[in-house]
């Protein structure tokens, strides 16, 4: 079984590689909904699956850089939705050797975070809005 580090984790948004940007991510969930099916006088749960997915925001975070065009403040800040008819964008994260994750997304969520004797950072919140397809 392979096993694999952040060397081999890529994620790109907006057909912007941004994997040089990112330094931290969140992890991503999927979880199956389910119903609670337990009838009266049982004691155990009997949930039921609805076949419904739900996916986790995904966040990620790094350096800031105001590079146009490739950095992180113009592909995460710049796709910031301005309205209902705002499209959403790809989103592909690559876990590995061969597991990826392709969906469309919205950047909901975009902050600078500037400290004193360190460098400024930024972190972006995407948003799923469609259906996931793995390979």
Known sequence: MAKYGGKDFALSFAGQNMTAHIQTINGFDVEALTVDGKPFGQATPKPIPTGDLQYSDVEVGGLYDDTAVTG????????????????????VMTWGGTKTTTTQAFCVK??????????????ATLRITGALTEV
Not at 72 to 86: C, E, I, M
Not at 110 to 123: C, G, L, M, P, V
């Open 72 to 91: 992180p403040d113009a592909v995460f800040r710049g796709n910031l939705p301005t309205g209902p008819a705002t499209a959403s964008s790809a989103l």
């Open 110 to 123: 975009f902050t600078r975070k500037a400290t004193k004797n360190q460098i400024t950072e930024f972190s």
